[in-house]
């Protein structure tokens, strides 16, 4: 065996045990609306700590959980964690907010997703509109038919839709309509160019008037720089999320962010 076929092997070993050994953790980052700065939501986005190789990406494991169909498990960690965290800040008496979570192809097909979903706002009583699931264009349109009926099973149950890293994939405009979504997720490919490719400004601005004309919410996502977000503002976006106001935060640091906010 290689090496890098050996390294692979111990840490997909160290995967399966890190959800027991509880080495994974959550940061937030927060969503704004653009026209108020006011937080209207933070992302949950998973890492992990290594014993020995300290913070591993998710772009580095996310791949290999998804490959060995740990990513179910994880995802659910996530959505029990991000949920009983967004309840938390409530009962504290922040300001409601939804709480993102990502899901992956493997979950989102998965016949018991429904139940999971609905176990874990019930244990921990948060209100489901204060859930926001995101889900990318691919994993929507592998099949279109089923995923109209999960949509309105999740939709029923009361949750937000969001669709993730929009205008990378393939989506058929004709579903786009029939699905019931609440937001388009600008990739961040095209708006970290706004400013200086006639190309990904153009994509982009097509992208909100759709979301305009479907009457979705738009949120762009990678927002680092005044001129990016003065584009986007001009353009109609609604929401924004990116360095420029934030970095995904430990969630303790999340509160004082909220309060220094709240106070400014
Ligand atoms: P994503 O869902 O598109 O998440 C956004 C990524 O962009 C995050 O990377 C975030 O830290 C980064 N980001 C946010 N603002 C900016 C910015 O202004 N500039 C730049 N350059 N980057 C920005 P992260 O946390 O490394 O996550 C990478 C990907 O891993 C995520 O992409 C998502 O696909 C996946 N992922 C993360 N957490 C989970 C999870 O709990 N479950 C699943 N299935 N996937 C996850
Ligand atoms: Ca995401
Ligand atoms: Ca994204």
């Not at 927060?30 to 290594?50: S, Y």
């Not at 970290?192 to 990904?200: G, P």
């Not at 479907?214 to 949120?219: E, F, N, S, W």
Request: aromatic share 8%; net charge negative; hydrophobic share 40%.
């Amino acid at each position: 065996m290689n090496a890098t076929a050996y390294e692979r092997r111990v840490l997909e070993n160290n995967l399966r045990k890190a959800l027991e050994r509880e080495e994974f953790f959550l940061h937030y980052q927060p969503q704004f609306d653009i026209a108020t700065a006011e937080i209207i939501g933070v992302e949950a986005l998973v890492r992990w700590k290594h014993p020995e190789m300290g913070i591993v990406s998710p772009g580095e494991f996310i791949p290999l959980a998804e490959e060995t169909g740990l990513i179910t498990q994880i995802d659910e960690w996530v959505m029990q964690t991000a949920c009983a965290q967004n309840k938390l800040w409530q009962m504290a008496g922040l300001p409601p907010i939804t709480v993102a979570v990502n899901l992956s192809g493997q979950h989102f097909i998965r016949k018991n997703l429904l139940d999971t979903v609905s176990r874990i706002i019930e244990d921990t009583g948060l209100d489901p509109r204060y859930l926001d699931l995101e889900l990318t264009e691919s994993v929507l349109m592998k099949n279109a038919k089923d995923t109209v009926n999960t949509l309105r099973a999740l939709k029923e149950i009361g949750l937000h839709i969001s669709i993730d890293d929009f205008g990378t994939g393939y989506s058929s405009l004709s579903y786009l309509k029939r699905f019931p979504l609440d937001t388009l997720k600008i990739d961040q490919s095209f708006v970290r160019e706004i400013t200086t490719d006639s190309d990904s400004a153009a994509i982009t601005t097509a992208i909100i008037a759709m979301a305009h004309s479907l009457k979705l919410r738009v949120l762009a996502e990678g927002v680092e720089t005044e001129e990016q977000l003065a584009f986007l503002r001009d353009h109609g976006c609604h929401a924004m999320q990116g360095f420029l106001y934030s970095r995904p935060l430990p969630a303790g640091e999340l509160v004082r962010f909220f309060e220094e906010r709240c106070a400014a």
